[in-house]
C-alpha cells in the first residue's frame, strides 16, 4: 500500500515522499523497511534514531528524516492500519454437522456454527453470529447480529447478549450468584438464582470472565464496556457504558457502576458499592463505600489518591513518629511533675 493510501486511511497529514511502498506494521524497536510504525509519547522520540520504519505515525511534525503522518490520536490510527494489514480470516459461514441444535432454534443469516457446539431449545441466533467450538448455549438465550463467542465458552438459560459481541475463551455468563443463608445448625442454604444476564452491545469479555445470574431481576453489562481476563462479576451487578475493567478485578453482589469507570488490575469492590460516572480506582483499590464521580482514589480501603499517596509515604514512618511521640509524651509528663513540685 502506498504511504499517500496510508495516510488517506487514517485521515491524517502526509509529510515526506507519498509513493513509498508500506508492506507492514510493527512497534519502533522491531519496524523494518517497508514497515509503518507510531509514536505514542513524546518521550520515545529518541528511539527514531535507531528506527529503521519507512514512516512513523506522529500527533505533531517533528525533527525526522523518516515521513511522517500527522494525526490527532496515533495510538487509534495504528490500530486502524492493524485491522487493514491483518485482516481476520473469513468465516465459513455454516453450520458443522457436529454442533447440536435444540428445538425451536432461530437462525439468522450467515451463522458459523464449529464442530461440538451445543445450543439449546428456543435460543435465538442473530445474522452473521459465530460460534467457535465447544461453545455451551442454554435453553432460552439470544445472541445478537454479529456476536463472536470463542471456544468453550458456557452461556446458561435466559441470558441476552446484544450485537457486536466479543466473548473470549473460556468465559461463564450466567453462572449461579453466590447466595446463601447460614442456617441454626451452622450450614448454608443455597438461595435460588432466578433472574438472568444482560449483555448489551459492542461489549467485550476477555478470558476466563465470570459473569454471574441475578438472585432475581438481572445482572447487566451495558453498551462499550470492555472487561479484561479473570474479571468476576457478581450477581445483581450493574455496570454502566463504555467502562473498563482490567485483569482480576473482583465486584461483590448490587453494586452499580457508572459510565466511562476505569477500574484497574486486582481492584476489589465490596457488595452494595456505588461508583459514579468517569471515577477511576488504581490498581489494587479495595473499595468499600461509595465513590462520587469523577473521583480518583486508591489503596485499600480506597481514599482519594492524593491522601492515599502521602499515607503511603507516612507508613514506613509510623514507628519512629510512635517512638518520637512517647518521648516527648515522657517529657512533658517530667516538666508538669517539676512544675507541681515548684508550686508546692
Known amino acids: 500500500m502506498k504511504l499517500e493510501k496510508v495516510c488517506e486511511l ?9 509513493h513509498i511502498e508500506i508492506k ?40 525526522t ?15 486502524k492500519l492493524l485491522e487493514a494489514f491483518y485482516p481476520e480470516k473469513p468465516y465459513s459461514k455454516k453450520i458443522d454437522t457436529n454442533a447440536v441444535l435444540g428445538k425451536d432454534v432461530k437462525l439468522g ?29 442454554g435453553d432460552g ?17 435466559n441470558v441476552r447478549i446484544g450485537k457486536k459481541v466479543i466473548i473470549q475463551s473460556g468465559t461463564v455468563i450466567g453462572s449461579h450468584g453466590f447466595g446463601f443463608v447460614k442456617q ?20 467485550e469479555l476477555g478470558a476466563n470472565v465470570c459473569v454471574d445470574r441475578a438472585n432475581i431481576g438481572e445482572t447487566i453489562i451495558r453498551e462499550g464496556t470492555k472487561i479484561d481476563n479473570l474479571v468476576h462479576v457478581a450477581h445483581n451487578v450493574s455496570i454502566g457504558r463504555n467502562t473498563l475493567l482490567v485483569a482480576q478485578v473482583g465486584i461483590s453482589g448490587s453494586c452499580e457502576i457508572g459510565d466511562q469507570v476505569i477500574l484497574a488490575g486486582q481492584v476489589g469492590v465490596g457488595d452494595h458499592v456505588k461508583i459514579g460516572d468517569n471515577s477511576i480506582l488504581i490498581a489494587q483499590a479495595g473499595v468499600v463505600q461509595d465513590v462520587p464521580p469523577k473521583a480518583i482514589q486508591s489503596g485499600s480501603p ?35 511533675k517539676d512544675k507541681e513540685q515548684n508550686t508546692k
Do not use: M
Not at 141 to 157: A, L, Q, R
Open 65 to 79: 528524516p523518516i515521513p511522517l503522518i500527522i494525526v490527532k490520536n496515533p495510538y487509534l490510527a495504528f490500530a
Open 184 to 203: 441454626e445448625d451452622g450450614s448454608h442454604y443455597k438461595i435460588p438464582q432466578v433472574g438472568t444476564v444482560s449483555i448489551e452491545d459492542n461489549v
Open 24 to 63: 507492514g506494521v510493527s512497534g519502533i524497536d522491531k519496524a523494518r523497511k517497508g514497515d509503518i510504525t507510531f509514536l505514542s509519547h513524546q518521550k520515545y522520540v529518541k528511539d527514531l534514531e535507531q528506527c529503521k520504519a519507512s514512516a512513523v505515525i506522529v500527533n505533531k511534525d517533528i525533527d
Open 10 to 18: 487514517i485521515s491524517g497529514d502526509l509529510k515526506g515522499d507519498p
Open 141 to 157: 438465550c439470544k445472541v445478537g447480529d454479529d456476536t463472536v463467542i470463542y471456544p468453550n465458552v458456557s452461556i446458561y438459560e
Open 302 to 336: 480506597s481514599l482519594d489518591h492524593r491522601l492515599s499517596r502521602k499515607l503511603a509515604v507516612l507508613q514506613p514512618k509510623l514507628p519512629d513518629i510512635v517512638k518520637t511521640v512517647r518521648d516527648l509524651e515522657k517529657k512533658v509528663a517530667e516538666l508538669e
Open 109 to 137: 443469516e450467515e451463522i458459523t456454527i464449529f464442530p461440538f457446539v451445543y445450543v439449546g431449545d428456543n435460543v435465538e441466533l442473530g445474522d452473521r453470529v459465530v460460534l467457535h467450538a465447544g461453545v455451551f448455549i
